[in-house]
């Protein structure tokens, strides 16, 4: 039985099927199919690797949008609404078929509404709006100022305060004192001074303020030449006085101011830093002029008030000054001495019995007798009736067949209307 021969036809032209002939012949070179790698051999051609995306953030429901925030905006059903929007400096975006809407400040949740709200009137019937954020903005505050070592711009992390930034920006540039600091709240533009020497040198708490993102810290040199502390009241000259960068000494300001008043009361001066006040007997430290611990500061910013000296006691009857007496501050004045400043009773005064009409905290007036004997024996043992701001010292006239006491007592009843004397003083 003969068999046909299949024979194959070629399209590929002579010379090139030859070539391709003489190439599949070669022998591969020794070792040349150890060093091809597997893979190699086996792979299939795959697709170029995807570029990698940021991961998206995962945040808390309560997030506020901030200024930088990355949104992808989306309604179901209507692919023509898919839009990423940036959250401009002002706070703002573009969305389509909406126009400019503020975003900054709101909850995702919050947009979301305000979006459907203005989506809902004619464009889309009951919109199903999605937002997310893809990318959040670094949040950050800043340091700025030439009071400030290292200004720039700060991450902000949750429960930071003005101390915290303060120390990351390298602290300040010089003396508290001489630095004007200033914050400047991102949400509200709302500008607050804040007291530095407080702040660092005491460490109140009051001016360490919880910072926000986008915050601003602004912090200035102040010129030494201008910084003053302020001295009112019973001076010379009441006003600001100049003092060096490390401030100086309340006497030297006091000195600085023209002195005192002979109606300042030292014993009560005011001493104003920050929100502390402090009052101070300025004898005290008048007398210890050499003492270093009795060396009282002030620096820039302070405030000093010397307060008017308004203890009085008054005389009346036979007195040869009669009158309103000004009270020496910061010491006792005694009855005895009281009457000889006056310029001691008239020779027509009855000095058995003085009267001193005291006044209580309730504004009740009560007369009390003082025996002249009694006065003589507390004068001899160097004891003394203490008289007290506002007292009235009554000498009354001699009467010939009357008692001192019911002289006194008449008096007492002429000048103030009071019936009764009280106990003795003694």
Request: aromatic share 2%; net charge negative; glycine share 8%.
């Given at each position: 039985m003969h068999t046909p021969r299949r024979t194959f036809s070629f399209s590929l032209p002579w010379p090139l099927f030859l070539i391709a002939l003489l190439c599949a012949c070669a022998p591969l070179a020794p070792g040349a199919l150890a060093q091809a790698p597997l893979a190699a051999l086996t792979a299939r051609p795959s697709a170029a690797p995807a570029a990698s995306l940021p991961p998206v953030p995962v945040l808390p429901r309560a997030y506020r949008l901030t200024p930088g925030d990355v949104l992808d905006i989306s309604v179901q059903g209507h692919t023509d609404f898919q839009e990423t929007a940036t959250i401009s400096p002002d706070g703002t975006i573009n969305y389509v078929g909406v126009g400019t809407v503020v975003a900054a400040g709101l909850t995702r949740e919050q947009l979301t509404r305000l979006l459907v709200n203005r989506l809902s009137p004619g464009q889309i019937r009951h919109p199903l709006v999605n937002v997310s954020v893809q990318q959040t903005h670094p949040r950050q505050i800043s340091m700025?100022?030439?009071?400030?070592?290292?200004?720039g711009?700060?991450?902000w992390r949750p429960g930071m305060t003005l101390l915290d930034a303060i120390a990351q920006a390298g602290g300040v540039a010089q003396a508290p004192e001489l630095t004007d600091a200033l914050l400047i709240s991102s949400s509200t533009a709302q500008t607050t001074p804040v007291d530095l020497v407080a702040l660092i040198e005491r460490g109140d708490?009051?001016?360490n303020v919880s910072l926000q993102p986008g915050d601003i810290v602004l912090m200035s040199p102040r010129d030494p030449a201008k910084a003053f502390v302020q001295v009112v009241g019973q001076v010379t000259h009441a006003g600001p006085q100049t003092v060096p960068p490390g401030g100086a000494t309340l006497q030297s300001v006091l000195t600085q101011a023209g002195g005192s008043l002979p109606t300042a009361a030292l014993s009560r001066v005011q001493l104003r830093h920050g929100t502390q006040t402090q009052t101070l007997n300025l004898h005290n430290l008048l007398y210890n002029v050499n003492d270093p611990s009795a060396q009282v500061r002030v620096v820039a910013g302070d405030i000093v008030n010397v307060p008017l000296n308004n203890n009085h006691v008054e005389f009346f009857g036979e007195i040869n000054s009669p009158g309103e007496m000004l009270m020496p501050d910061g010491e006792a004045?005694?009855?005895?001495?009281?009457?000889?400043?006056?310029?001691?009773?008239?020779?027509?005064a009855d000095q058995k019995v003085i009267g001193i009409v005291r006044t209580d905290a309730s504004g009740h007036q009560t007369a009390h007798p003082?025996?002249?004997d009694d006065l003589l024996r507390a004068r001899n043992k160097g004891q003394d009736i203490?008289?007290?701001?506002?007292d009235k010292i009554v000498v009354p006239r001699r009467r010939p067949a009357t008692t001192g006491l019911g002289v006194l007592s008449t008096t007492i009843g002429t000048l103030f209307g009071l019936k009764t004397l009280g106990g003795f003083l003694h």
């Open positions: 700025t100022g030439q009071g400030i070592h290292a200004a711009v700060y991450d708490q009051a001016q004045l005694t009855l005895t001495r009281a009457l000889a400043l006056r310029g001691n009773p008239t020779r027509e003082v025996n002249e203490v008289l007290l701001p506002d």
